[in-house]
């Protein structure tokens, strides 16, 4: 816990316009902001580009004016660099993986600032005013061993090399809760050996299969089933897409969100049943973290490890 001491000034960086909204007017000192960002989308790879590249990433996947989305992203990039100057940095966050790789991005770009920690097992919207003040007021400071194993983390995240994720899926971090299984989500994001699916297309039709056919249940019951992937409607909506829009469509989709109905086609019960493997009949085109995975170069899941192997 973190004693309140009189600071110049104090930035609470939220999750969220929602929980900033709250915690502002819940008359918590400081000023509070939204990160916007979506990690999980599009290539994820720093370097000279990256504005570019992030701005074109959430601009599709969003279908948002690349200029806006450039600009804003320019402008919450001073902000950061601005921030450590301002005094204590106060992060919230929750332990699901969209919250995870924001969390790991900005505890591994503040490096040596001032910065304390929220960082909570349930959503943080969940909460009233008192609720908000008792989890600033029990927030923790980050320590060296947090930001060293954050900076070590983002690194494996951003590598086009899936394998440098392993470690990180083989031992438990006590300085850090919810990592391994955060990570352990993300890895169930790539083609199972099984039959080429990663976890939530599996979860997705598998639900459709068995009769929720409307987007609207099937979005409710895909986050009952893993809800610690913290993805919204779009995202989900996006995964739906990519086995629907393809060479051998698995899914067929009428209609938009929140009242598209949808049917598992005779391909996608062929590779539900793992008689066919999706990647033998399309051919990936997708950036998980900074893993590009194309026909070329297809890492697949185990439910241990990644590793680089054949499409079929």
């Known amino acids: 816990m973190v004693a309140d001491h009189a600071v110049a000034s104090m930035i609470h960086i939220h999750n969220g316009d929602v929980v900033a909204s709250l915690a502002s007017k819940s008359g918590i000192p400081g000023e509070h902001v939204a990160y916007r960002e979506s990690l999980v989308t599009g290539a994820v790879t720093p370097g000279d580009a990256w504005i570019e590249t992030r701005a074109r990433a959430l601009a599709e996947r969003y279908s948002e004016d690349l200029l806006r989305t ?5 402008e919450q990039e001073q902000f950061l660099d601005a921030a450590p100057s301002k005094g204590e940095i106060v992060l919230w966050f929750e332990h699901d993986l969209f919250c995870l ?5 900005l505890l591994q770009r503040f490096g040596a600032a001032r910065v304390t920690l929220v960082w909570c097992p349930v959503p943080i919207s969940e909460n009233d005013e008192r609720g908000l003040h008792l989890l600033f007021e029990s927030r923790t400071a980050v320590t060296p061993a947090m930001a060293r194993i954050a900076g070590e983390v983002w ?5 086009p090399e899936a394998g440098a994720l392993n470690a990180w899926l083989e031992r438990d971090t006590p300085e850090f809760p919810f990592l391994r299984e955060g990570l352990t989500l993300h890895a169930s994001r790539f083609p199972s050996t099984r039959n080429g699916l990663g976890a939530l297309e599996q979860h997705a039709l598998e639900l459709v299969a068995t009769g929720t056919n409307d987007f609207a249940s099937l979005f409710d019951a895909v986050s009952a089933r893993v809800p610690r992937y913290g993805f919204g409607d779009t995202e989900v909506w996006q995964i739906l897409q990519g086995i629907s829009w393809c060479a051998v469509p698995l ?11 949808l049917t598992v086609t005779p391909a996608g019960m062929n590779v539900l049943s793992a008689e066919v493997d999706n990647l033998a009949v399309n ?7 900074g893993v590009h995975l194309t026909k070329e170069n297809v890492w697949r899941y185990d439910g241990a490890r ?6 079929s």
Not at 155 to 159: H, I, L, N, V
Not at 283 to 289: E, H, K, Q, R
């Open 283 to 289: 051919d990936p085109d997708t950036w998980l973290g």
């Open 101 to 105: 790789m924001h969390l790991v991005h």
């Open 251 to 261: 899914l067929t989709l009428n209609g938009t969100p929140p009242k598209a109905i």
């Open 70 to 74: 450039r600009t804003s992203l320019l």
């Open 306 to 311: 990644l590793s680089r192997q054949p499409a």
């Open 155 to 159: 690194r494996a995240y951003t590598s």
